[in-house]
């Protein structure tokens, strides 16, 4: 008996190792993850600057048309940090900064139309001590998209340029901030906690997203959509959805393998399944905004919702308890 016991326990050892190994894997690969979205933050938003730029020497149609593509770009990458909050303090600290949001009642607009007024020379660092309304990628949109007719002034050329100066600032730090792992010094149940959590945070963001503009039925809210200046609030969401589908398969040492690992295919292969089915059918209009206008759109609206739905409530009700994981409140919750 006790040699059995001894057995036992050793077979238990080796079956602890193994999963350790497996979270030990999983976080690095995750965190590798978010350097990397990070540095494509940062590139991108480098390209927004310097397109800036050139739009403000320049400044015809083209050159509009360039920065605008610019800050898209940017816009589409920090979907891959947006709503997420767990990881790099750091990081998390930077959010506003980069995007503030919801924009209820156009605190940018009013506050950069404000900034114009002053008789100041606005750089990036001037920048640093004011609202993080003017300071991120809602502003640069706001000059884009709805008042680029400030930047054939040299005072509106300046304000932008400090916004998309301060952004590209805002990239450099975030770059900084996952250059270490936050996850490495946590034991494996925390940091698999950690994982479940940051997608949760950011499913719970897209569906505020959408809730928002929504509002009840046939009485939508438009201008609380993301990004309604530019007409890109579906664009943007749905890179959020590929985003999270991305940090879902973790390049195969995710929680679809974890899954798979502890004998739970059928769940792994329905939220797979579901993710991919969103990303596929994914409306072509880009604004939420025209979509709210239309039965169909808001039909279209209502089934990605549902879709989201489904994808909580299975992380939440099947995968956190298959996997052994306590799901606390979320940053959204009671909001």
Known sequence: ??????????????????????????????????LSAANQFYSASSELNNAMATLCVQGDDKKLETAQQAWTKTMQSWMSF????????DALALSWQIQFWPDKKNTTGR????????????????LASQSVAVQGLGA???????????LSSPEGCQLAMAVTGYINQSGKALVGAWQNNPWQAMTPELALGEY?????????????????????PGHPKPYQAESWRSGTSMVNLKASVVAMQGLY?????GLDQLLRDKGYAATADRLTEQFANLVTSWP????????????????????IFNGLEYIKWTLQD?????????????ATDGD
Request: glycine content about 8%.
């Open 1 to 34: 008996m006790k040699e059995r016991v001894i057995v036992v326990s050793m077979l238990s050892a080796v079956v602890l190792a193994g999963c350790n190994s497996d979270a030990v894997e999983t976080s690095k690969v995750i965190h590798q993850q978010h």
């Open 82 to 89: 947006q709503g997420r909050e767990k990881g790099s303090e």
């Open 111 to 126: 506050k950069l139309s404000q900034l114009l007024k002053q008789d100041t020379a606005w750089s990036a660092e001037d």
């Open 140 to 150: 640069a949109e706001w000059f884009l998209y709805e008042q680029p007719q400030a």
């Open 196 to 216: 479940l959590g940051a997608l949760n945070n950011q499913l719970d963001y897209s569906i505020k997203k959408m809730q928002r503009p929504m509002g009840k």
């Open 249 to 253: 398969l973790a390049e195969g040492h």
């Open 284 to 303: 072509t209009e880009p604004s939420m905004t025209a979509m709210l206008k239309s039965r169909e759109g808001y039909r279209q609206l209502i089934s």
């Open 318 to 330: 099947e995968v956190a308890p298959e996997l052994g994981i306590v799901v606390g409140f979320n």
